[in-house]
């Protein structure tokens, strides 16, 4: 009897979240693969060939050469000879808010993501089990209903947005930040409603508490919050805001998100590439400490060269009622729903208008494409997101549609790696994650084939590892209810 409840005992343990988990209690050693070099920004090369790496309680202790590691007597070995290993994928900037998305992500080899909570993604789901490593942002400095405080007695009625949101006070501010740090949030969202100075003594203020800040500026001058030394600057259609002349720049202080905005970004979408003023902007980006994350996924419905993303296994989990503007199941195309006023029009003009939509949106991705190529010409760092599950990105799928996208805009499959994994560690000190190197936390993935000849390979996971424990991948393509 003791022995059947010690077996039920540990198929319990071994089955988290409907996912059968390998427990690492003894060591577990990757003999014979390549370990991928994702160091330098991905500009150094230095790929360590039939190798050794050894897990422990979670960690990586040993990685070299086969002839130099020793494997515990007591280790699982993992034969990875004409394998890949690489370290997990970090979505930089997404939701989370299921625990089919969790798996998706799993799936994908994603084993960190960046959680926002906002109106569009939905609330964290931090219950997910199993999980990549969740990293908090929140926004700061202004009121916000999906800030992870909103809900504490103290926070309610400070943060409760009104028609729009406004700036807090500096004593609020200051109050804000300490108390989101204390829920373990590692990311601080600097929005369009900020101003200048508050942008500035917010950059300023986090650092101090080793706390990374994400600019998405409009009231604050973008080259303001890249002086003041914001940590990466989110989408591709926001901070090309930083080409504007000042008589645009000037009404966004009180209309950050309206009508001034819009004239703004039409403004900066339509200035041809070649123009002097997005050379300047790219070099002062390039030469600052800002990276760019430009979360492609969300515009790669729009561009051309893109596929049906419903067809990946992974998309299987997913519920489109649970994304914002997902693309057509059947197609893999943007939706374009036309105004409700417009159904009294004959139908042959309402497609004249759905296509007119269409082609406008295309139109609009393209301009925005090729002033990323311009921006790309200056050499600025990058780091992969997606914002998923959010205008046509999913979670974890389109982290790889990100490094394709990457690697299509003019970095090599190694950079796009890197952008993907140790670039956080070098632009956040971040260096628990990132790499297959002793010390760091032990996410690792085995893929059959050479991400840095092919980025598709990066896909090809033939064994997941996270914190050091394997994980049946096949088992996540499905939900426990």
């Known amino acids: 009897m003791r022995a059947d409840r010690f077996f039920l005992i540990l198929v319990a343990f071994l089955v988290l979240g409907g996912v059968l988990v390998w427990p690492q209690a003894e060591p577990l050693a990757l003999v014979g693969g390549t370990v991928v070099d994702v ?140 108390d989101t740090a204390k829920l373990g949030t590692r990311v601080l969202w600097l929005g369009p409603e900020l101003t200048a100075a508050n942008t500035q003594w917010i950059i300023s203020h986090a650092h101090q508490l080793g706390l990374v800040t994400y600019g998405e500026f409009a009231a604050t001058p973008y080259r303001v919050g890249i002086e003041a030394g914001a940590d990466a600057l989110l989408h591709m259609g926001r901070y090309e805001l930083g080409v504007i002349p000042d008589e645009l720049q000037q009404p966004l202080v009180d209309d950050p998100i309206g009508t001034a905005a819009t004239t703004a970004l039409g403004y900066s979408e339509r200035l041809p590439p070649t123009d002097a003023h997005v050379r300047s902007y790219a070099k002062f980006i390039a030469a600052h400490h800002a990276a760019l994350m430009p979360t492609f996924s969300m515009y790669y419905e729009r561009l051309p060269g893109h596929r049906n993303l419903w067809l990946e296994p992974a998309a299987a989990l997913l519920d489109p009622a649970q994304m914002t503007n997902p693309p057509d199941r059947t197609t893999g195309e943007m939706n374009y729903p036309l105004s409700p006023w417009t159904r009294h029009l004959p139908p042959m003009a309402q497609r004249w208008m759905e296509e007119n939509q269409r082609k406008n949106a295309d139109l609009s991705a393209m301009r925005l494409w090729r002033i990323s190529e311009a921006i790309f010409a200056s050499y600025p760092h990058y780091l992969a997101a997606t914002g998923a599950p959010v205008n046509g990105a999913f979670p974890g799928i389109s982290v790889h549609t990100e490094l394709e996208m990457f690697v299509r805009l003019g970095l090599t499959p190694r950079e796009a790696l890197a952008a993907a994994t140790n ?39 033939v064994t997941l590892v996270l914190d050091g424990n394997i994980l049946d991948r096949d088992s996540l393509l499905s939900v426990k209810k």
């Open 39 to 178: 160091t330098n920004w991905g500009r150094s090369a230095n790929d360590l060939s039939d190798a050794v790496v050894i897990v422990q309680s979670g960690k990586i202790t040993d990685v070299g050469p086969r002839s130099a590691i020793r494997i515990p007597k007591d280790a699982r070995v993992i034969d990875c000879i004409g394998k890949y290993i690489l370290p997990g994928l970090i979505d930089g900037f997404a939701g989370m808010s299921s625990q089919a998305e969790a798996n998706a992500n799993l799936y994908m080899g994603v084993t960190t993501v960046v959680v926002s909570s906002d109106a569009q993604r939905g609330h964290v789901f931090q219950r997910a089990s199993p999980s990549p490593h969740v990293y908090l942002i929140d926004s700061v400095g202004i009121t916000d209903n999906a800030s992870l405080l909103a809900a504490q007695p103290l926070w309610k009625v400070k943060l409760r947005e009104g028609a729009r949101p406004v700036e807090l006070s500096p004593q609020d501010t200051q109050r804000q930040i300490a």
């Open 423 to 461: 670039n956080y560690a070098q632009q956040f000190n971040w260096n628990e994650l990132g790499l297959v190197a002793p010390g760091r936390r032990a996410d690792i993935l085995v893929v059959d084939g050479d991400p840095t000849a092919n980025i598709w390979n990066a896909r090809r996971i």
